[in-house]
């Protein structure tokens, strides 16, 4: 199952797993929009095999609307490949790595 939702007090534990890419965005976007029924959100990439573009500006577009509706959203668990197309995206995320510390990391 790639999102699995849990709770934690009031924050809603939500954990990615597998990839979120083009391949799969269109299904995903339901269940990760749908964290929004959620008062407090704590998302988890850590088991996030791949992130493309596309997932990427799936996850802008939950941030946006996290902010929009006032809905404190928390990103944690990113690798340095994502920490790349997330900053490329300017999603705030935890723990905030620089594009150059990522880049490092994947000897680019």
Do not use: Y
């Amino acid at each position: 199952m790639p999102l699995q939702i849990g709770h934690q007090g009031e924050v809603t534990q939500a954990t990615l797993s597998g990839e979120l890419s083009v391949f799969n965005a269109e299904e995903m976007q339901d269940e990760l929009l749908g964290l929004l029924n959620h008062a407090q959100i704590r998302l988890d990439l850590a088991e996030l095999s791949e992130l493309d573009a596309c997932g990427a500006q799936l996850l802008a577009i939950l941030q946006s609307e996290a902010t929009r509706a006032g809905k404190p959203l928390q990103i944690h668990g990113v690798g340095p490949r994502q920490a790349l197309a997330l900053q490329w995206l300017a999603i705030a995320f935890e723990p905030a790595e620089s594009i150059e510390a990522a880049a490092a990391a994947e000897g680019t």
